[in-house]
């Protein structure tokens, strides 16, 4: 049976590969070659701007990502995540990595003596969990490094705008002084007003893949004195000392809920950690799990009451700002 599965993933690899590197549909290329051209005829400044930037962006494509797009759910946004890391992964290697792990651990287990329909259905949670759970990682720690440093990029701007520099020059500075994300995204936004780009549009674009409040607080201040008018490094200062006091008060917030969420991750976690020691030490009698129709109810029952607990335990200490 090992060697059946190993042989069935190992086609499976091939079959994939293979589809992935074949030749792009003819008809989606004709419906790129139409609005290519409608784009590169139009009138509009932004129309153009626009056919830059998807060039810009298709260049960066493969045919492994276009072959992922077409079995991953929702590409567009896990496309936006995958930016949102600040890495250089593609859709193609995040569905090469999701296919190795479903293949290794279906293969693993039916090694160790799992059934392999059981095996598989471990390898496609664990396959399409882990890869998520690895972006959603780095998203996080990447918006928690530019929220801490997002203040003292305002801090930097109102000091330019006190000493007589315009905004756009400011943005620059700021994009070329402070390092981590913030300066990244702040030269993000001086390159895309460089071809054209509005500075209101670059902003909101960069807000609506941040997805921070923060940025949107920023984005608004900046929209609403441009409307107005009115003393813009005042109300940035004002917005500075806000978003301090915000992050402090998040800080205070973990640290009141740190002793319940380490509650809710033992409590959680021990009966697997007593599965997996069990099964360690016999385990052919945790096997009729697997085989015995009423212990797979009183399981998944189980898992059901347990999943309703955690869920409850997460809102509970979740508070938002």
Do not use: C
């Not at 626009?50 to 991953?72: E, N, V």
């Not at 160790?112 to 390898?123: D, S």
């Not at 893949?209 to 929209?223: C, M, S």
Request: proline letters at 4%; aromatic letters at 8%.
């Amino acid at each position: 049976m090992p060697i059946l599965s190993l042989g069935g993933g190992a086609l499976i690899m091939l079959m994939l590969v293979a589809f992935a590197f074949a030749g792009p549909s003819p008809e989606r290329a004709r419906t790129r070659r139409v609005a290519a051209m409608r784009a590169r005829h139009g009138d509009s400044a932004n129309t153009l701007v626009d056919a830059q930037m998807r060039r810009i962006s298709s260049l960066q494509g493969t045919k492994m990502d276009a072959a992922a797009a077409r079995f991953l759910p929702r590409p567009a946004l896990l496309k936006k995540r995958l930016a949102m890391t600040g890495k250089t992964w593609t859709v193609g290697q995040y569905g090469m990595a999701t296919i190795g792990i479903v293949m290794g651990v279906t293969i693993l287990l039916s090694i160790i003596g799992l059934p392999v329909l059981l095996g598989l259905l471990l390898g496609v949670v664990i396959g399409g969990g882990v890869p998520h759970m690895v972006v959603g990682f780095f998203i996080k720690r990447r918006i928690a490094q530019f929220t801490s440093k997002f203040p003292d990029a305002i801090e930097l701007l109102v000091r330019g705008l006190r000493s007589g520099l315009p905004i756009t020059e400011t943005i620059a500075v700021v994009g070329a002084e402070v390092d981590g994300p913030v300066g990244v995204e702040f030269k993000s936004i001086t390159d895309k007003m460089k071809i054209g780009r509005t500075m209101d549009a670059a902003l909101q674009e960069t807000a609506d893949r941040l997805g921070t409040p923060e940025f949107q607080f920023f984005v608004i201040t900046i929209a609403i004195q441009r409307e107005t008018g009115g003393n813009l490094a005042e109300t940035l200062a004002n917005l500075a000392n806000v978003l301090r006091m915000r992050s402090q008060m998040k800080l205070k917030i973990k640290a009141m809920s740190s002793e319940s969420k380490a509650s809710a991750y033992i409590v959680g976690s021990l009966p697997f950690i007593v599965f997996g020691m069990i099964w360690m030490i016999n385990g052919s009698y945790m096997q009729n799990f697997f085989v015995d129709q009423r212990l797979m109810v009183v399981g998944g029952g189980g898992l059901l009451w347990m999943g309703l607990g955690a869920f409850i335990m997460s809102r509970m200490v979740n508070f938002e700002i």
